[in-house]
Nanobody
Framework: QAQLVESGGGLVQPGGSLRLSCQGS????????IKWYRQSPGKEREWVAE????????KYADSVNGRFTISRDNAKSTVYLQMNSLKSEDTAVYYC?????????WGLGTQVTVSS
């Protein structure tokens, strides 16, 4: 059974850093485009970043560009999201999404709270 599990969320002060992980199992992880999304209470889910199967192609939302870094280790079936210079507006549940053709998998999310 295909599964994505996010981890690494928590409470951090403004200006701090966190590294999120998204580990896949039960499917060919290395052949999937991986995206990170986030959702805050009362808001729609927002695309944050994505990385191609080989890691060569990377894209970021303007709101996180220059602060967040996405990377992947296909040997570990894991994608990372390094988040630096965190702001209160980064507070959200962060989800990872794996896409390949018609196959589309989601994790359950990890909470990130940026607050003093």
């Amino acid at each position: 059974q295909a599964q994505l599990v996010e981890s690494g969320g928590g409470l951090v002060q403004p200006g701090g850093s966190l590294r999120l992980s998204c580990q896949g199992s039960g499917f060919g992880f290395s052949g999937y485009l991986i995206k990170w999304y986030r959702q805050s209470p009362g808001k729609e889910r927002e695309w944050v970043a994505e990385i191609s199967t080989t890691g060569i192609s990377i894209k970021y939302a303007d709101s996180v560009n220059g602060r967040f870094t996405i990377s992947r280790d296909n040997a570990k079936s894991t994608v990372y999201l390094q988040m630096n210079s965190l702001k209160s507006e980064d507070t959200a549940v962060y989800y990872c999404n794996a896409l390949s053709g018609s196959r589309n998998y989601w994790g359950l999310g990890t909470q990130v709270t940026v607050s003093s």
